[in-house]
């Protein structure tokens, strides 16, 4: 599976922003897929995962409540909606697919470039 992940910007506090990850392979239905995200200095997190049949999701704490993670699974694609953002999620946003279900990066085997967001104070 081979990811893209596209949407990133640059945001005021408080505002939105979708980020967007396009994935071929014939697969990609078969995949956990999830967002994880890295800020300059700090070690890279889970944000958000999503069951292969979109049943089923999970978040960080800090961004449950404000961002919702989809999946359409006839596009090959994997959406990232981000509502009132904060300065602290400024990092570079990554796309990953894996096999199983869980939040530790280590167990995702194919992974996106990234996409920078900043959200402005």
């Known amino acids: 599976v081979q990811l893209q992940a596209s949407g990133g910007g640059l945001v005021q506090a408080g505002g939105s922003l979708i980020v967007s990850c396009a994935a071929s392979?014939?697969?990609?239905?078969?995949?956990?897929m999830a967002w994880f995200r890295q800020a300059p200095g700090k070690e890279r997190e889970f944000v958000a995962a999503i069951h292969w049949n979109g049943g089923r999701t999970n978040y960080a704490e800090s961004v449950k409540g404000r961002f919702t993670i989809s999946r359409d699974n006839a596009k090959n694609m994997v959406y990232l909606q981000m509502n009132s953002l904060k300065p602290e999620d400024t990092a570079v946003y990554s796309c990953?697919?894996?096999?199983?279900?869980?939040?530790?990066?280590?167990?995702?085997?194919?992974w996106g470039q990234g996409t920078q967001v900043t959200v402005s104070s």
């Open positions: 990953a697919a894996g096999p199983w279900w869980n939040e530790n990066s280590s167990g995702y085997a194919y």
């Open positions: 392979g014939r697969a990609f239905s078969r995949y956990v």
